[in-house]
């Protein structure tokens, strides 16, 4: 095999580029053997969150990677062997990493350096009576698994944010580690008590900081193959002087990067060949790993992208869910898709070139198939005279 330059040595951006793609998954033919499961290992965390238009962001991830696997087997594969459904114990848990994410069940001890600090946290948003804590882990202890309405309800009467003091107790003690979420039902976590849920080797706060810091900082930079101290720490929400306290003994060498002005750290496997294979074409979620560190997207692929949701409709560019377009182990466009009955509607489609429209259509066809649509509709092309081509391609 032809290896890449020695250890400690210079990249090139496109080998940087190529190195990043085969650690995320998108570059050589996928692991369907260890499927789903094998991409939360290979990532060690998918985000979740609420906003759902193809479909949410945890099964969209799976699919980029994968190809049409089944929604319903995506989340079996997730939660199947939650504390709710049996003997067998969790795969995963949900916990505060790069944000809410889908976690692998092994990595449980690795956050008892957060879990720790959030026992200490001096402050709180919400205020919490005498007794409602105890309630609520009482509840579960008698109950089992609960979801925040089975507790007592997730939020008082009158605005959307008030929690009620069974949810903020519960929340609370999702985040000091006594109680986990180890499934979703109908987009509501279920909470059980990390004794019942956790395996008991896992179940254990035994590793100080250092490891805990140590072990995520390797992760990241394996999931990552190669990154800045900002894109490291960001994986997993690290501050940059935990990333500091810990690179030198992670495991992650150092490296220059054509083009970058940052120092930067590979991990040392992704060196030893040159990554090769096919690329795959696909809508991305703007949750994705790929590109959650939007100076990290600028840097390697050339390619500004912001998640406009929150922006107001009138002040949008390329739409409320623009997904990036991936295709030839580069980002050529974007599309904000929507759904009516069974045709898949681009509701704005975005091209970097003409030279990006078989792309473009190739994953608007493949995401259509997936989410059972028969059909897809362009409303709207930022090159209008492309859009025939589209249609065409479409076809």
Not at 79 to 99: I, K, L, M, T, V
Not at 151 to 177: I, P, Q
Not at 217 to 227: D, F
Not at 315 to 327: C, D, E, N, S, T
């Amino acid at each position: 095999m032809t290896s890449l330059p020695s250890p400690a040595t210079d990249l090139s951006a496109d080998e940087a580029r190529r190195i990043a793609l085969r650690a995320q998954g998108f570059l050589g033919a996928p692991d369907r053997r260890s499927g789903v499961r094998g991409v939360l290992r290979h990532l060690g965390a998918v985000q979740l969150d609420t906003i759902s238009v193809l479909a949410r962001s945890h099964e969209l991830i799976p699919y980029a990677r994968l190809g049409a696997v089944g929604r319903d087997r995506i989340e079996a594969a997730y939660w199947d062997g939650a504390s709710g459904s049996g003997p067998a114990r969790p795969r995963a848990f949900e916990y505060w990493s790069h944000a809410a994410c889908i976690l692998p069940i092994e990595e449980w001890p690795h956050f008892a350096f957060r879990r720790r600090a959030y026992r200490t946290r001096p402050q709180w948003h919400h205020d919490l009576p005498d007794g409602a804590y105890d309630t609520v882990i009482k509840q579960l202890t008698v109950e089992g698994p609960l979801t925040a309405t089975e507790l007592g309800g997730a939020k008082n009467k009158g605005e959307w944010w008030d929690w009620s003091d069974a949810k903020v107790a519960v929340e609370r003690a999702l985040m000091y580690g006594e109680v986990v979420c180890t499934e979703r039902r109908s987009w509501k976590r279920v909470y059980d008590l990390a004794e019942r849920a956790i395996p008991d080797p896992l179940l254990h706060d035994d590793l100080d900081d250092a490891e805990c810091l140590r072990r995520l900082v390797r992760l990241a930079g394996q999931s990552l193959g190669v990154g800045t101290r900002a894109d490291i720490a960001d994986y997993h929400r690290l501050k940059g002087e935990q990333f500091d306290a810990v690179v030198a003994d992670s495991g992650l060498v150092p490296v220059t990067v054509e083009g970058w002005d940052k120092p930067a750290w590979a991990d040392p496997e992704a060196l030893a060949t040159a990554p090769r294979g096919r690329h795959r074409t696909t809508l991305l979620s703007p949750f994705d790993s790929l590109i959650w560190e939007r100076a990290r997207t600028e840097r390697i692929f050339g390619f500004t992208h912001r998640l406009e949701a929150y922006v107001p409709k009138p002040k949008r560019i390329h739409g409320y869910f623009a997904m990036p377009v991936l295709a030839g182990g580069h980002l050529v466009g974007r599309v904000d898709p929507a759904r009516e009955g069974s045709t898949l509607v681009a509701k704005q489609v975005s091209l970097d070139s003409p030279k990006s429209v078989p792309a473009v259509a190739q994953a608007l066809r493949e995401a259509a198939s997936w989410v059972n649509c028969d059909s897809v509709r362009v409303e709207r092309v930022n090159r209008p005279e492309l859009t025939a081509d589209l249609v065409r391609a479409l076809g």
